[in-house]
């Protein structure tokens, strides 16, 4: 069966620009997270939905960031006037039920963010 | 907050060897599950093995196995029999998160020589 994916793979934006990121998770997955991945560190957690409920953004780093998954599958993290250091790997996860460590969580392939 | 430490940044070995990657943790949880994540170069995450904090014995999968000292909040990785396919990042990570999110230690570069 078809796996997390996260679409684009690759992003090249300008500063100031906006980019949306999109995260198709496992089919009937009710939790999402998103975590950020720096060049040469280990993911830091950003936000975690259970179906279409935002329950925790605390890991969002600003107001810049915003993440919505609408319909409670396919979700999207926007990140609005782009700075240098916004530049990271942008990973989605996805598991079967309610978060727990029981549960596996999948991971997508990444989006590498850049911007110049 | 809950920590993930991994001490070596990057390890090699060569094939057919056994390898030990070293993870510590810190934690007020009572139970908890930790995991070893592998991540080849650029493809995606996934699961090597998982420890629930309440079982006392180690957990193995076919080559991996794990070191668990509950005590010394210690949980090293071991791979025997070392292939060429196992070179990738190996993250450790913990469930901590408030909300079941995964801690993640920075990760050891693994390289399996021929």
Not at chain 2, 25 to 53: C, G, H
Not at chain 2, 78 to 102: E, H, P, R, V, W
């Amino acid at each position: 069966g078809a796996g997390v994916s996260q679409s684009p793979r690759y992003k090249v934006a300008k500063r100031g620009q906006d980019v949306a990121l999109r995260c198709d998770p496992i089919s009937g997955h009710v939790s999402l997270f998103w975590y950020q991945q720096a060049l040469g560190q280990g993911p830091e957690f950003l936000t975690y939905f259970q179906n279409e409920a935002q329950l925790d953004k605390s890991g969002l780093p600003s107001d810049r960031f915003f993440a919505e998954r609408p319909e409670g599958s396919v979700s999207t993290l926007k990140i609005q006037r782009t700075q240098q250091e916004d530049s990271a790997v942008y990973l989605c996860a996805s598991s079967l039920l309610v978060a727990s460590g029981k549960l596996e969580q999948f991971f997508g392939p990444g989006t590498r963010l850049t911007v110049l | 907050a809950q920590t993930v430490t991994q001490s070596q940044p990057e390890m090699s070995v060569q094939e057919a060897e056994t390898v030990t990657l070293s993870c510590t943790y810190d934690t007020s949880e009572s139970n908890y599950y930790l995991f070893w994540y592998k991540q080849p170069p650029s493809r995606q995450m996934i699961l090597v093995i998982r420890q629930e904090a309440y079982k006392q014995q180690n957990a193995t999968e076919n080559r991996f196995s794990v070191n668990f000292q509950k005590a010394a909040k210690s949980f090293s990785l071991k791979i025997s029999d070392s292939q060429l396919g196992d070179t990738a990042m190996y993250f450790c990570a913990s469930d901590g998160g408030s909300q079941g999110n995964l801690i993640f230690g920075k990760g050891t570069k693994l390289s399996v020589k021929p």
